[in-house]
Nanobody, 127 residues
């Protein structure tokens, strides 16, 4: 079992920045790929970013490319999401997810590829 706890969400004005953190416990986090997804009210859970086990490979959803950066610190068992140039449409609950095989299939952008999930953290961007 891997337990994931997100933090760092909040209210920010458009154009501002936030950094989300996802702290993992329970297993060796270096064995797990991680990802961030987000879900706005009434919408599906969307892929934001993913990073492989070692942190050397990352992918982003089209809507956040160039603005968001995912990173992974295996010494701290933590994955981060740095969000810059935030827009009102970035408003959502952001979820951290982890799985040991998500990158092997190449389907790292699908929520069903991830076995472990955090409880989510709210990000609200005001215009």
């Amino acid at each position: 079992q891997v337990q994931l706890v997100e933090s760092g969400g909040g209210l920010v004005q458009a154009g501002g920045s936030l950094r989300l953190s996802c702290a993992a416990s329970g297993r060796t986090f270096s064995n797990y790929a991680a990802a961030w997804f987000r879900q706005a009210p009434g919408k599906e859970r969307d892929f934001v970013a993913a990073i492989n086990q070692g942190g050397g490979m990352s992918y982003y959803g089209d809507s956040v490319k160039g603005r968001f950066t995912v990173s992974k610190d295996n010494t701290k068992n933590t994955v981060y999401l740095r969000m810059n140039s935030l827009k009102p449409e970035d408003t959502a609950v952001y979820y951290c997810a982890a799985d040991s095989t998500a990158f092997y299939s190449g389907l790292y952008y699908r929520p069903r590829e991830y076995r472990y999930w955090g409880q989510g953290t709210q990000v609200t961007v005001s215009s």
